[in-house]
């Protein structure tokens, strides 16, 4: 058996030596397969942040188009409100003029009250005046 003794010397410090290296590689590996989870799991993360930022983007635009649609509807409905302002103010004298005609109103009272030509008057009387039906 003393023979084997040095041979056992030697093999026995390289038996330890390889499971160390073994244990060590284990280890790495074993690291290795959860970092691999790891970025598979942050992978998957950042795929669903890139689905949420591309929905949220289709979204964006959508409200864009509808904001823009609403922005040019409210400055035709602008428009044409100032357009009926401008003729109501134009036309409210003949309005006014037109309903003191029909309640018995005539000539002078138009053009005192309403500050009407007499010719204007004159017409609103007969356009719209009582007419004797004798």
Excluded: C
């Excluded at 590689?25 to 930022?53: M, P, T, W, Y």
């Excluded at 400055?75 to 003191?100: C, H, M, N, T, V």
């Excluded at 004159?122 to 356009?127: D, K, P």
């Amino acid at each position: 058996m003393s023979d084997l003794q040095p041979e056992l010397l030697i093999a026995l410090p390289a038996l330890l030596l390889a499971i160390v290296a073994w244990l060590a590689v284990a280890g790495v590996n074993k690291r290795f397969a959860a970092l691999h989870k790891r970025n598979d799991e942050l992978a998957e993360q950042l795929e669903l942040v890139r689905q949420s930022i591309s929905g949220l983007t289709a979204g964006a635009v959508g409200m864009d188009r509808r904001v823009h649609e609403l922005e040019k509807r409210e400055k035709a409905l602008s428009e044409r409100q100032e357009s009926f302002e401008i003729q109501q103010a134009d036309e409210q004298p003949y309005g006014q003029a037109i309903r003191l005609v029909q309640q018995g109103a005539g000539v002078a009272r138009l053009v005192g009250e309403l500050d009407l030509a007499e010719s204007e008057a004159e017409l609103i009387v007969r356009l719209h005046g009582h007419r004797d039906s004798a």
